[in-house]
């Protein structure tokens, strides 16, 4: 079975404890207030990560996008965290005894997390999947990655996969995901864990999870999922904005 151990020691493996990653996203709509309630609630709840998004105005769309969709920009950076307050962030989580990641969209942000953050893994999104410069980019910092996939084709997966691994890539965690928010129980499609299993032997599989039930996860965990990430929300509504 698949294992992989995180910058910070942390080993992750098929049919082990789940390693748990609670996703805040955006739903700290902003407020760093809230931010820091929702990294408690993390820890309190007994997840081993808590996961912010790294984007801005300026990495998370194009130009055309924000042309077509005027009001976009101003939710975008509306929600979206500066370096500075991520930083406090991942320092903050620390105090409270869990683990700090981010996703991505940037050469920058990748650099600002691997460098300056020292975060134990750096999250791929699914959107990302075919994005293989930016996969090169990531892979070249040589840490553990987390690799979304939904969305994507065997062959993009493989794909993906093939291009972090000749980019400098040895530690690697693949997640099973369905890209609706949220998903419908019976559109989960768990034994695509075991099939992605059987496809990245030497990777452990995990599940991110969009349902808004917990059915879902108990059945990865059945299925051996090395990794549950679930959506975060203070009043229990799944929330997601990208």
Partial sequence: MGTCVFRDGKRIEDYGTPYVVAEVNS??????????HMIEAAAESGADCVKF???SAETLYSKTYYQNNPLAKRFVKKFSLS?????????????????????PYSQGEVDFLADV????FIKIASMELDNLAFLRYIGAKQLPVVL????????????????????GVSQMVLL????????????VELRNIEGLREMFSKYPIGFSDHTTEFAAAIGAVALGAALIERHLTLDGIVNSFV
């Fill in 148 to 167: 979304s996939t939904g969305m994507g084709t065997v062959e993009e997966i493989r794909c993906a996969v093939r291009t972090l691994e000749q980019a």
């Fill in 27 to 36: 739903s700290h709509n902003g407020n760093m207030d809230t931010a820091r």
């Fill in 117 to 120: 953050c020292e975060v134990p």
């Fill in 53 to 55: 998004q790294s984007w």
């Fill in 176 to 187: 099973h995901c369905v890209s609706l928010y949220p998903t419908p129980l019976n559109q």
């Fill in 83 to 103: 370096s500075e307050q991520l930083l406090e962030l991942s320092h903050y989580a620390r105090e409270q005894g869990i683990a700090f990641s981010s996703t």
